[in-house]
């Protein structure tokens, strides 16, 4: 599941520190990683020599970023063995045979309880279109 994770995560990382995100595929929610500083942020490297140890360093760095990045997005985002889409909590469903999420659930009539603590019946749903929530209220915490 990491691997599959960190394929879908984008970079938000700058100079000064790493940070990545998941889009869920249902709800358009966006979850971001915890920021982690780069070791050097700030630090002018003197030489050319410098310099290329900086970006190795970065590299390095911004992978072990992605892992723990990857590792903490497992724990809310889930791939739906249907239909194969990663999506948060909020929209994945236990259900008796197989879990799901809560497109595919509607698709098959299935029912089951929300991950997140909510219960789902097939006809109800998310209000409004897929994708197309704000920033402020699509960020998952």
């Known amino acids: 599941m990491k691997r599959i994770m960190k394929e879908a995560m984008g970079d938000c990382s700058t100079v000064e ?16 990683s915890s920021p ?4 050097k942020a700030g630090a002018e490297p003197k030489t050319e020599g410098m ?6 360093l970065y590299e390095k760095e911004r992978d072990a970023a992605r892992e723990k990045a990857a590792a903490e997005a ?9 239909c194969g889409r990663l999506v948060c909590d909020r ?17 098959l009539q299935v029912r089951g309880d929300i991950v997140a603590g909510e219960a789902f019946a097939p006809r109800e749903l998310p ?4 994708g197309k ?9």
């Open 91 to 107: 929209c994945f469903l236990i259900c008796e045979d197989l879990d799901m999420c809560i497109a595919c659930a509607k698709t």
């Open 127 to 130: 209000a409004g279109p897929i």
């Open 36 to 39: 982690v500083r780069f070791s």
């Open 17 to 32: 520190e790493f940070r990545f995100l998941v889009r869920c595929r249902e709800c358009g929610r966006t979850w971001h």
């Open 133 to 141: 929530a704000s920033t402020e209220e699509s960020d998952i915490k």
């Open 74 to 82: 497992s724990e809310i985002f889930s791939r739906c063995p249907v």
């Open 51 to 56: 310099s290329a140890i900086f970006r190795t």
